[in-house]
């Protein structure tokens, strides 16, 4: 997904994988904070508990989950 306005800030509370920030891949586990800054392309996988903290509130219009950014 592409998140055009929003920083997203995953802690992670349990568990472990990764991130795939832009084709880069960014394992993860728990204790670990992962900031996704507005305009990345992003996925996560594994088995994680984790706590999202995002600003400004997010808004479901803002996301593309196509993997292209819409009316862009």
Known sequence: MTERECEFNYYIVKGSGSFTVNGIVIPCSKGDLVVI?????????GKLK????????????????????AGL
């Open 37 to 45: 800054p507005p305009g990345n392309t992003f996925t996560y996988s």
């Open 50 to 69: 984790m706590l999202l903290i995002n600003t400004p509130h997010f808004r479901k219009e803002q996301e593309d989950v196509s993997g292209q950014m």
